[in-house]
């Protein structure tokens, strides 16, 4: 930013007032973004959030399905997830030699995958019958395998200079990124708007295996996998933040195409659907191509909001997971969700008491009592869109325990809640996210995730700017205030590894 040349006063700013000039000059590059950003909603409700930037021919692409791990019911766990996965696979047009045959052989496959399950299920199977439907089933796969285009969706976006194309599930939604040249916005709104209207879902058995192989690396034979997956069961006795993004095994092995097809249908409709481009684009353009392209789009209802709340903890909880690794305890106080006003104090607590080596937990912990290994905390677990945990985590160091641990956890609580927060720690805590904040602008790709996220979740893109305001505002008191009430033995859970044979805290 230019700032304007103040006649020379021999005031020179000193360092006393950097952290104000960083401030000051924070919100204002904040407030000329906000105005370069504009915004298009079809008629089919599909939104549109465009920021231009001329600086270098290039573009980022954002596309937020606002659904996630959170939306799925006993049963379907996992298919957010393996929906993104088929989401690459490609469509009526795009991956397929010949779509009809091919779609005649996907759904004699799927008839024949349901006969099988049932018989599997039966009473009394019928093993014959069963080795018979086993054999049908993979002929089948392979029939379905010669009209396929292996990896042609990612070929062409590579052919067209595309880079980062890629997606991500969470509990709380489902993201597909891509950056382009900017001569390329009407190939990204071709393929895009293809994905969304004509997909087919081929090579779908195969890649719920992929997926099944993931839960048993990522969770089965990890000791953290499993202790994870154990806490959030018993953190979260009825939201469904109770459940790995990835899903139960017994899930990942009974969904069908069939229930992706109904489940696409449901949460991937335009009104749940909001895009971010950020780059050398004219927002005009942008606009007229996503009404050509996407608008052919049918609409569908917006789903209706999740409807279960996690209840009042009435008590602590304890999980244990043992293992042969290194001991491990987590702690978890169930707090509001992202729209709270006690948000910003939750963050700034969070950081303030674990995050970075100097913070609390780290100094004390590790450093002096040299207890730990290393310990942290962090803010907005497993998700941030509805009430989750503030946690706080620590390796306990060779020949100390657990115990040893959560006791000096619970009196660093405690000093946080009697004694005084100081306006270095507030003030670091401050300067750390705004420079954070400010860097994240820079960059196209995270500049179009926080335009999508603001509007999503916390209902205005401005947010993306505006909550710098809320982050200068916060006080020692406010966070004082949030310790106070939620950092209760009564709201929380433990979780903790115990290498086999030995005994742990709880």
Same mark, same amino acid.
Request: with cysteine; proline share 4%.
């Given at each position: 930013?230019?700032?304007?040349?103040?006649?020379?006063?021999?005031?020179?700013?000193?360092?006393?007032?950097?952290?104000?000039?960083?401030?000051?000059?924070?919100?204002?590059?904040?407030?000329?973004?906000?105005?370069?950003?504009?915004?298009?909603?079809?008629?089919?409700?599909?939104?549109?959030?465009?920021?231009?930037?001329?600086?270098?021919?290039?573009?980022?692409?954002?596309?937020?399905?606002?659904?996630?791990?959170?939306?799925?019911?006993?049963?379907?766990?996992?298919?957010?997830?393996?929906?993104?996965?088929?989401?690459?696979?490609?469509?009526?047009?795009?991956?397929?030699?010949?779509?009809?045959?091919?779609?005649?052989?996907?759904? +004699?496959?799927?008839?024949?995958?349901?006969?099988?399950?049932?018989?599997?299920?039966?009473?009394?199977?019928?093993?014959?019958?069963?080795?018979?439907?086993?054999?049908?089933?993979?002929?089948?796969? +392979?029939?379905?395998?010669?009209?396929?285009?292996?990896?042609?969706?990612?070929?062409?976006?590579?052919?067209?200079?595309?880079?980062?194309?890629?997606?991500?599930?969470?509990?709380?939604?489902?993201?597909?990124?891509?950056?382009?040249?900017?001569?390329?916005?009407?190939?990204?709104?071709?393929?895009?708007?293809?994905?969304?209207?004509?997909?087919?879902?081929?090579?779908?058995?195969?890649?719920?295996?992929?997926?099944?192989?993931?839960?048993?690396?990522?969770?089965?034979?990890?000791?953290?996998?499993?202790?994870?997956?154990?806490?959030?069961?018993?953190?979260?006795?009825?939201?469904?933040?109770?459940?790995?993004?990835?899903?139960?095994?017994?899930?990942?092995?009974?969904?069908?195409?069939?229930?992706? +097809?109904?489940?696409?249908?449901?949460?991937?409709?335009?009104?749940?659907?909001?895009?971010?481009?950020?780059?050398?684009?004219?927002?005009?353009?942008?606009?007229?191509?996503?009404?050509?392209?996407?608008?052919?789009?049918?609409?569908?209802?917006?789903?209706?909001?999740?409807?279960?709340?996690?209840?009042?903890?009435?008590?602590?909880?304890?999980?244990?997971?043992?293992?042969?690794?290194?001991?491990?305890?987590?702690?978890?106080?169930?707090?509001?969700?992202?729209?709270?006003?006690?948000?910003?104090?939750?963050?700034?607590?969070?950081?303030?008491?674990?995050?970075?080596?100097?913070?609390?937990?780290?100094?004390?912990?590790?450093?002096?009592?040299?207890?730990?290994?290393?310990?942290?905390?962090?803010?907005?677990?497993?998700?941030?869109?509805?009430?989750?945990?503030?946690?706080?985590?620590?390796?306990?160091?060779?020949?100390?325990?657990?115990?040893?641990?959560?006791?000096?956890?619970?009196?660093?609580?405690?000093?946080?809640?009697?004694?005084?927060?100081?306006?270095?720690?507030?003030?670091?805590?401050?300067?750390?996210? +705004?420079?954070?904040?400010?860097?994240?602008?820079?960059?196209?790709?995270?500049?179009?995730?926080?335009?999508?996220?603001?509007?999503?979740?916390?209902?205005?893109?401005?947010?993306?700017?505006?909550?710098?305001?809320?982050?200068?505002?916060?006080?020692?008191?406010?966070?004082?205030?949030?310790?106070?009430?939620?950092?209760?033995?009564?709201?929380?859970?433990?979780?903790?590894?115990?290498?086999?044979?030995?005994?742990?805290?709880?």
């Amino acid at each position: 930013m230019h700032l304007r040349k103040q006649k020379r006063t021999g005031v020179i700013l000193s360092f006393l007032f950097f952290p104000l000039f960083l401030s000051l000059l924070n919100a204002q590059t904040f407030e000329k973004i906000k105005e370069k950003v504009k915004e298009h909603t079809l008629n089919n409700g599909m939104k549109f959030i465009v920021l231009e930037r001329n600086e270098a021919p290039v573009v980022s692409f954002h596309i937020y399905a606002d659904v996630g791990s959170a939306q799925e019911s006993y049963g379907i766990t996992g298919i957010s997830h393996i929906l993104e996965h088929m989401a690459f696979k490609g469509t009526k047009t795009v991956g397929t030699k010949d779509f009809e045959a091919e779609s005649k052989v996907l759904d +004699k496959l799927d008839k024949v995958y349901d006969q099988l399950s049932l018989e599997k299920k039966a009473v009394h199977p019928d093993s014959q019958k069963i080795s018979t439907l086993q054999n049908e089933f993979q002929e089948l796969k +392979k029939e379905a395998r010669e009209f396929i285009k292996v990896g042609e969706y990612w070929d062409m976006y590579d052919e067209q200079g595309g880079s980062g194309l890629n997606a991500y599930t969470s509990t709380d939604a489902t993201q597909y990124i891509v950056s382009l040249p900017s001569n390329r916005l009407e190939f990204w709104m071709a393929m895009e708007s293809d994905r969304f209207m004509n997909p087919l879902f081929r090579e779908f058995f195969e890649e719920r295996d992929v997926i099944m192989e993931e839960r048993r690396l990522g969770v089965e034979t990890q000791p953290t996998g499993k202790l994870f997956e154990d806490f959030f069961s018993v953190a979260f006795k009825s939201h469904p933040y109770h459940h790995e993004v990835v899903g139960h095994m017994s899930d990942l092995k009974q969904i069908t195409r069939n229930d992706v +097809k109904k489940y696409f249908k449901k949460y991937y409709s335009p009104s749940n659907l909001t895009v971010a481009i950020v780059g050398d684009v004219k927002a005009e353009e942008v606009f007229r191509l996503a009404d050509l392209y996407f608008a052919r789009i049918p609409s569908g209802p917006k789903p209706e909001p999740l409807r279960t709340e996690e209840p009042e903890q009435w008590g602590e909880r304890h999980v244990t997971v043992e293992a042969q690794a290194q001991p491990l305890i987590i702690v978890g106080y169930h707090r509001p969700g992202i729209n709270s006003s006690d948000d910003i104090a939750f963050d700034a607590m969070a950081n303030i008491f674990g995050q970075g080596r100097s913070s609390r937990l780290f100094s004390v912990l590790v450093k002096e009592k040299k207890i730990a290994v290393y310990s942290g905390s962090f803010n907005g677990w497993p998700g941030t869109k509805y009430p989750n945990l503030f946690a706080v985590y620590c390796y306990p160091a060779k020949d100390h325990s657990s115990d040893e641990c959560l006791k000096v956890i619970d009196n660093e609580i405690s000093k946080l809640i009697n004694e005084s927060i100081t306006e270095e720690e507030l003030s670091k805590y401050k300067h750390q996210t +705004k420079k954070w904040m400010y860097d994240g602008m820079k960059e196209n790709s995270r500049m179009a995730a926080s335009l999508t996220f603001n509007d999503v979740v916390r209902g205005d893109w401005r947010l993306t700017f505006d909550i710098i305001k809320a982050v200068d505002a916060i006080t020692i008191e406010d966070v004082k205030a949030v310790a106070r009430k939620y950092l209760v033995n009564k709201n929380r859970t433990i979780g903790e590894i115990i290498p086999e044979g030995k005994g742990g805290a709880l």
